[in-house]
Structure formats: structure tokens, C-alpha cells
């Protein structure tokens, strides 16, 4: 885990700083669970929220923030993203909230297999 490797780093190197930025990190996941296997490209947070839905189909807000331990903020943004591209939809809330439910979208379609 990061929590791992950064105490791993500070212990081997005293007077060094170490920065992540989650925001420069991709990767590449490949979802067969539509009607064609499609690779969507996004970011290892988006990765990690995507990758919770091999162990179920719908979610509170609160559980994804305690399983990918990400802050509920930038969980939130990450969230309304997903939704947006409609891989997730949400449950009967117009706005999310640490309570909202958000579930896998079953039916997504795109012309293009790799999706960015």
C-alpha cells in the first residue's frame, strides 16, 4: 500500500520529502462485465473506486471512502466523474453526499473499446 511504502522511504531516508501526486498516476482497467470487453484509462483513484465493484454492485458513499481509504472529498469529485461518464449512477440523490448510494452501471455503451 502507499501508507507501506511511505514509511518504508522515510525510514531508509531521513531529510528526504516525499510528495504523491495521485493526479499524474494512470492506469488501464479492463471492464468485461458490458456486452464488449471495454480498457478504460483513468487514474489510480478512479482505479481503485472502479475495482470495489468486483465485490458488489452498489455502494454507500461511506463504504468506498473506508475500502479505498481516499478522503471524502476528492472521493466525492472522483465520484461525480464516474457518474458523469456513466459508468456509476446514483440512487434516487441529485447531489452526493457521504450517505448517497452509487451503483454500477450495467449498460454502459461507447463506440470505442479503449476509453479515456
Known amino acids: ?3 507501506q ?3 518504508f522511504y522515510c525510514s531508509r531516508y531521513s531529510g528526504r520529502k516525499l510528495h504523491w501526486l495521485h493526479g499524474l498516476s494512470r492506469g488501464e482497467l479492463v471492464a468485461k462485465c458490458y456486452d464488449k470487453p471495454y480498457a478504460f484509462q483513468a487514474s489510480t483513484f478512479q482505479m481503485s473506486v472502479l475495482l470495489q465493484f468486483n465485490i458488489g454492485n452498489k455502494f454507500l458513499v461511506s463504504q468506498l471512502e473506508e475500502s479505498t481509504g481516499i478522503r471524502l472529498d476528492i472521493l466525492l469529485q472522483i ?3 464516474l457518474v458523469k461518464f456513466k459508468l ?3 440512487e434516487k440523490e441529485s447531489i452526493l453526499t457521504q450517505s448517497s448510494t452509487v451503483s454500477l452501471s450495467l449498460v454502459y455503451r461507447s463506440k ?3 476509453v479515456n
Request: glycine share 0%; aromatic share 6%.
Open 88 to 90: 456509476l449512477k446514483m
Open 1 to 3: 500500500s502507499v501508507q
Open 5 to 7: 511504502f511511505t514509511n
Open 79 to 81: 465520484l461525480q466523474a
Open 112 to 114: 470505442k473499446l479503449k
